[in-house]
């Protein structure tokens, strides 16, 4: 019994801290109508800040607090005022990826400043248990507690009784009539990313002095926490987020009780899913709202697409074949192999982004399914290993496509959550099903790439099988974009409601985008992982799925040949300026960004 | 088979309420076929929610529609365009990045038989599979269609003929207006919903819509029309239906409806409704 309780505490402690970012979330949600990717950074950024003053200035914990809070306020600031502010007329996806980038690239210079390794964090309070009933509480339990008590109580009083508060309430309920009611949006928006960024922070803090440990990864993990917590609560509501963040504590906490630790985040994910699947406005919202408004047009940018002609797409590939017959060094080879891996996952997500409009934040689950498939499928039943990836392929395909169903009746933003939390899901289950997928020690001695029993071993021979997979790839999608199919995903992508009433049904048009766009990811995952030889579940991660949607963003959304354009400009120019691995992603953060506010249509334009 | 007085379209007490606001309350409507039943009021009467309800966009909380007989209370929208309801929205809603062609092509959808065996469970990959290799017939029923929609475009003068592959982003107001009703023509509706057709066009585009309208009418098209533009109501209709505040308060042919005095005073106004009244008595 008293380990229940135990597990209890523990639980809204956890919950308590979950809000402190969920009610940022919630507040920026309410005012802007945008889930904040970027809100996990500035968590990371309050815990960076919190060990600095602890550790090199010494400070007092009131003074810490204070400390944090402040500066996380102005990096909050910031990102509004530079980074959010110019989009506020662009497509509705433009925000969301900006702060996507922002988070990318925040995350980067705290690594950079601090080196990826983890750091201690000691909590200033003495280490001592208090008996409460069965179980016990700390100090550091209490403070993270009454900090989460005081700020909703803080946050309460603010929008209620203060007239800048007024003015927040009103911009969430009807932005437009606020403004015509000479409500400063622009102020409101301000404040409001001045406090949730001040609460991130100061969650980051206590998070750390609480684990008595910070590291880089804490950036995301807080993120999706957040997200999971706002959107169970409904997103936007604030005082949903308070309670969605407790429910997910506790949900957390009693499945780490009977399954074990690295169940956690499972638990947390699965939560979401459900919760998106039957309640997609949140627990607390009323079952059915007024159809909602037409999205026509706004969700990606019109653009007219650059026409390239037939004869220099030809000529491009039987340049790009011919180069390893020319005296090119095989360090140039590895890095158009890469290219060609991601450009199969980039043809994968521009169709499903771009096409039909689903922005998937989880590829590289689909990666995960194709590789761990033809790995597994080559090593225990000895199947040959083009045909283990052609079942990659399949699997991939099929389980992806299911898996990522209930997504389909979702639309905007909260696809980009489903499919992120659905990636995620797919690779706790390869950490945890220890039986098939051999769990964290990950997949060893995969054997070689090979065609009709010749190993393909040297960099030349694996380049032209993985660059003539993706024109093959390429050329289907094309084929494609051209039938009946390829209308029907872009109509659906312009406006679903319109397509429905012309007798288009949004579960089998996204299926089949899902279903072709899921056999080229995981070929490319296939590839892959023959081609590492080793794979484990962080092999294909978040950040990889960011990078796909980097390059489908540059190359231009639904573009075929922009998918590819835009895989080789990621990963080949770096590697031709010799870019130190670890500036890459701040690069690719600066270009996303720099993309979405100057070039939303892409190198090549959207089609 | 229905009998031949059975209505098309009939809607028996159908009501949908958004919290507080019954925006549809307990609406009666006959159409008969080849008709064609115009539905006025002011702003906010409920006549798109009513369009919604019909088309399965939207569910009603009680009440039924029937079409040719049959309860079609609920159906899905997929289902009810494969069944020939096509419909127009008052906001224009194009498919923005598609050509003129496209658009119009979508409309055609429910009509492709070829790329789309009607098999069970594994039909959504057949439809894959041809619409990658694309056998002859698959190519000859697009093109087909094409023709179609050519034909379609042509009723339009040369409004649209010539912008055929431009992106419907690019488009005047009143030409994707005009795409719309291609779109829904391509459907080869058996009941065509119109919500505003004339909305934010010029009295001589106006009259060229209301010619349109005509002509589909008198190709025997069943056709329901929200319209603001009473002129063109009291030309096409066969009977006018007011609805203010979700109900319907008058119904009949133009010129009764026109001087009822409840349809003024919805209008205009209370304070205007008793001189109304004694000029209609005078």
Redesign the interface.
Known sequence: MSSWLDYTINGLIVGNVYALVAVGLALIFGVSRLINFAQGSIYLVGAYIGWVAVVQLHTPLPLTIIFVAVVAALVGLIIERFGLRPLQNSVRIAPLLATIGISFVLDQLVMLTFSPNPRALPSQLPDVRFQVGGGTIGPLDLLIAGVGLSSALLLFVFLRYTKLGWAVRAASQDRDAAMQMGVDVNRVNQTVFGIAAALGGVSGLLVGMYYNQIDTAMSLQATLKGVVAEVVGGAGNVPGAVIGSLLLGLVESYGVAVFGTSYRNLFAFLLLVVVLVLRPNGLFA?ARQ??PE?L??TF?A?S?PVRIPRWALAAAVAAFAILPLLPVSFYVLQTLINAWLLGMLALSLTLVAGTIGQVSLGHAALLAIGAYTSALLSLTLYVPVGLAIIAGGLMSAALGTILISPSFRLRGHYVSIATLAIGEIVSLVILNWESVTRGPIGISGIPPLSLFGFDLISPTSVYWFSFAVMVVLAL?QA??LG???G??F??I???D?????????LN?YK??AF??GGFAAGVSGGIAAHLYSYINHETFNTQQSILALTVVILGGLGNVVGAIVGAVALVGLPEIFRVAAEYRILIYGIVLLLLVRFRPQGLLG?? | MAEANTPLLSLRGLTRRFGGLTAVDGMDLDLAKGGLVSIIGPNGAGKTTLFNLVTGLDRPDAGEVRFEGQDITGLSPERLAGGGIARTFQLGRVFGNLSVMDNVLIGAHTRLRAVKPAVPVIGPLLELGLALLRPASVKAEEERLREDVKAILARFGERLLPRIDQPAYSLSYANRRRVEIARALALKPRLLLLDEPTAGMNPSETAEMQALVAELKAEGLTILLIEHKLEMVMRLSDRVIVMDEGMKIAEGPGEEVRNDPKVIEAYLGHGLSGGAEQESAA
């Open positions: 009323s007024a159809p037409p026509t047009g990606i019109p007219r289907l084929r494609l039938s009946h199919l209308r029907s872009r109509a992508r312009d406006d409601i319109a397509a429905r009433a012309y007798g288009l049904s089998r299926s089949l279903i072709f959207t089609i």
